[in-house]
């Protein structure tokens, strides 16, 4: 079924404008009939930031900006989703056009500008869900107006601890005016000081909720060694690395839209966000996971992804190009390698490519 989907959706959606093709494919996602989604291999359980996903690949935030389709998200197969950005406000986000594919480099930019429902709207989606079970997260950002922008996450924070698996601290997002300014060491400091303790108050009514850190594929090594150090001192549980990147690398065929601001996903990404992985996780030793996102479009990247130091893996862009049949060829590949490899879990690959990917030269 979802092979015939695809091969009716994928060509009917590129014919639209990009941003009315992702509606429409909300829209389509709604009418999925309800039901349970095929059950992963036992040997994808995979177990990080004290949660239990069925299988390591995830969708990104930026999809499911509103939290409209998690649970059919979730048929489609994916071991866990990330709905947002969300802001406090609602926000329009920048005037359109603002988002770009790049069909021969199977990439896409965007500037969408956090556009989104606000946390009122969001919030009595996730409610109305909670029951459901499987692991959503919430993605959080600030509003652009706002005199207090780490305030913005704390307040989230507060808000949806009830309703989130976990939650991601999104300060790397490149179309919101200053906001990667919050990465800088004593920003970064004083912003998960406050965040983990609204987490740390609102835990005894809410339960635990995860931490985790987006950073931006475009940080120094240097400016890496703060975030992790301030990352680890502050306990977080886990870092995803990265968000979408403001290079444009020297081998993008569509020149003409490689012009358009926004940040760069898909494909180009893959081996900035890999090495970036790596030199995480090098420096992280083992005090968190980490998930891995960046030009994933296949099993072969996601296995990169992984043994560069990846315990769970998102996706989005690739979607675009190769449909949601995607979700169940990564998996089937993965299973493939530990059948082939007579390993019994993913977790035994984790970073066993760390080491080497730091030393190669830096991507171009």
């Known amino acids: 079924m979802i092979r015939a989907f695809d091969a009716f959706t994928l060509p009917l959606l590129r014919r ?69 950005s969300v802001t406090p406000k609602p926000q329009d986000g920048n005037p359109r056009p603002r988002l770009f594919r790049l069909g021969q480099d199977s990439g896409v930019i965007n500037r969408m500008g956090f556009n989104n429902e606000g946390a009122e709207a969001v919030l009595r989606r996730l409610a109305a869900r909670a029951s459901h079970g499987g692991i959503v ?28 698996s976990y939650f991601t601290v999104n300060i790397s997002s490149p179309n919101t005016p200053g906001l990667r300014n919050l990465q800088q060491a004593a920003a970064l400091d004083d912003l998960l000081a406050r965040v983990v303790d609204a987490r740390e108050r609102v835990r005894k009514n809410a339960g635990d909720s995860p931490l985790l850190l987006k950073i931006a594929p475009d940080l120094t090594l240097q400016e890496l060694d703060d975030v992790v150090h301030i990352a680890r001192s502050r306990r977080v549980d886990g870092m995803i690395v990265a968000n979408t990147t403001l290079s444009r690398p020297m081998s993008l065929r569509d020149q003409a839209k490689a012009k358009e601001q926004g940040g760069l996903s898909g494909r180009p990404l893959m081996r900035l966000s890999t090495r970036m992985v790596a030199e995480t996780y090098v420096r992280a030793e083992g005090a968190f996971p980490l998930i891995g996102v960046g030009g994933i479009d296949s099993g072969g990247a996601a296995l990169m992804k992984i043994r560069a130091g990846a315990t769970l893996i998102q996706l989005y862009s690739a979607l675009v190009f190769k449909g949601v049949g995607l979700i169940e060829d990564i998996k089937t590949d993965l299973v493939s390698t530990l059948r082939r490899t007579g390993r019994d879990s993913l977790a035994e690959i984790v970073g066993a490519d760390a080491a080497t990917i730091t030393a190669e030269p830096w991507p171009e």
């Open 137 to 164: 997260g919430v993605n959080v950002g600030a509003n652009k107006d706002s005199p207090d922008r780490t305030a913005d996450y704390v307040r989230l924070i507060e808000l949806f601890a009830p309703v989130a």
């Open 16 to 84: 639209f404008d990009p941003e009315d093709a992702h509606r429409l494919a909300i829209r389509a996602l709604r009418l999925l009939p309800p039901g349970k989604p095929r059950p992963s291999d036992p040997r994808l359980a995979t177990r990080a930031f004290g949660l239990n996903f069925p299988n390591p690949v995830g969708l990104a935030a930026g999809f499911d900006k509103n939290a409209e389709v998690p649970d059919a998200l979730l048929r489609l197969g994916f071991g866990f989703v990330e709905i947002g």
